[in-house]
Each structure stands twice: as structure tokens, then as C-alpha cells.
T-cell receptor
Framework: DAGVTQSPTHLIKTRGQQVTLRCSPKSGHDTVSWYQQALGQGPQFIFQYYEEEERQRGNFPDRFSGHQFPNYSSELNVNALLLGDSALYLC????????????FGPGTRLTVT | GNSVTQMEGPVTLSEEAFLTINCTYTATGYPSLFWYVQYPGEGLQLLLKATKADDKGSNKGFEATYRKETTSFHLEKGSVQVSDSAVYFCALSEIGYGQNFVFGPGTRLSVLP
């Protein structure tokens, strides 16, 4: 049973560019959440997708957007990249059964230069 | 809003020593509480959880008890091993429709042989 997978593993972008990160949830999961983890800090919630809609959003600007596909996979898009966007981006999947257990992928390390 | 505070460390212990990592939280409702562990270069793994007051979560020798009266969820292990070296995150999850995690800043644990 494959767990949560993310691609790419690492990414280097220049300020002002746009980036797309991808996530495939654990088998049987229907909800995907995205988190930003800056170096030495805890993950910060960006947003959550369920039934192809954004259901909750953290304190992140509109430059951060996402999408969920019918197969439950998800994309995170960041426009107009800033140096401060450099971080590990984590995807977590879960099933809306009330257990509130989220399973995390290995993350995508984004470096903005 | 909801928040999690934990001792930031780093914590350095000798093998077989007793471990305590303190975690306190602030929440308006009745959250579920979690401990996640992050090994170098990896994503987060769920270590244990508790969903209501006085519940005790346990896994791999680690334990934590949900204390509503002190709003705490301290992590303990009686005898740590070198393989326990990692970063430990305390987190809470809002109950109800939608779910997102609020993480503490993490505590780096190093266990020396």
C-alpha cells in the first residue's frame, strides 16, 4: 500500500517565478492538506481540499493556490515566488471518518534564489 | 486562535535515560492531540494521539496523557535509544467539519550512546 507521495523531491526557482508541487494521497484517503515548514520550525497549515474544493485555509496570501483532482490527488501552486517561500512543503492525506489522523508525505524542498 | 507551545530544546540525553518533552496548548473547543516525529530528511510520522480528556496515547514505548485541566500533553519515554534521535512535534486538531493541524515549533532530541 503506497503512502503519500510528493513530487518533485527538490526544486530550485528564481524570485518572481511560479511553481507547482504535486501530491498523491494514501490509498483510501479523500482529503489532502498542505503545509509549509520553514527550516527549524513546525509545519504551518496552508489549505485543505476535499471533494475538489478548498475547505479551509490558513494565513497564507492568494499567491498560494491549489487544486484537487477527481482521483483525490492535489497540486499546490505558488505564484510570484519570494525568497521567504523557501521551505519544505508537506502534503498530508486523511479520510473524513472523524479519526483526524493525517499521514504525511516526505515533502518537496523548494529553494528560491 | 489555537496554539501549541513545547520546549524547544535541543535535548541531549544518554541512552537509557528518561525523556520528558513538555507540550501545552490553547484551544477554544475540544481538540484532539498528537505527537509526530520527524527523522532527518523525512516527512512527519504519527507517533501517538489522544482524542479526549484523560486519554493516554502510547506507541513504541512513548506515552502522553491528555490533561484538560492543565491543557497539557507531555511526551514521556522511560528509556530512550539512539534510534529515538529526531525532532518531535506536538500538534492539535480542531474537531468538527474540516480539520487542520496546529503544530508546535518542534523539539530536537539527540540520544548519545
Amino acid at each position: 500500500d503506497a503512502g503519500v507521495t510528493q513530487s518533485p523531491t527538490h526544486l530550485i526557482k528564481t524570485r518572481g517565478q511560479q511553481v507547482t508541487l504535486r501530491c498523491s494521497p494514501k490509498s483510501g484517503h479523500d482529503t489532502v492538506s498542505w503545509y509549509q515548514q520553514a527550516l527549524g520550525q513546525g509545519p504551518q497549515f496552508i489549505f485543505q481540499y476535499y471533494e475538489e474544493e478548498e475547505r479551509q485555509r490558513g494565513n497564507f496570501p492568494d499567491r498560494f493556490s491549489g487544486h484537487q483532482f477527481p482521483n483525490y490527488s492535489s497540486e499546490l501552486n505558488v505564484n510570484a515566488l519570494l525568497l521567504g517561500d523557501s521551505a519544505l512543503y508537506l502534503c498530508a492525506s486523511s479520510y473524513r471518518d472523524g479519526s483526524y489522523e493525517q499521514y504525511f508525505g516526505p515533502g518537496t524542498r523548494l529553494t528560491v534564489t | 486562535g489555537n496554539s501549541v507551545t513545547q520546549m524547544e530544546g535541543p535535548v541531549t540525553l544518554s541512552e537509557e535515560a528518561f525523556l520528558t518533552i513538555n507540550c501545552t496548548y490553547t484551544a477554544t473547543g475540544y481538540p484532539s492531540l498528537f505527537w509526530y516525529v520527524q527523522y532527518p530528511g523525512e516527512g512527519l510520522q504519527l507517533l501517538l494521539k489522544a482524542t479526549k480528556a484523560d486519554d493516554k496515547g502510547s506507541n513504541k514505548g512513548f506515552e502522553a496523557t491528555y490533561r484538560k485541566e492543565t491543557t497539557s500533553f507531555h511526551l514521556e519515554k522511560g528509556s530512550v535509544q539512539v534510534s529515538d534521535s529526531a525532532v518531535y512535534f506536538c500538534a492539535l486538531s480542531e474537531i468538527g467539519y474540516g480539520q487542520n493541524f496546529v503544530f508546535g515549533p518542534g523539539t530536537r532530541l539527540s540520544v548519545l550512546p
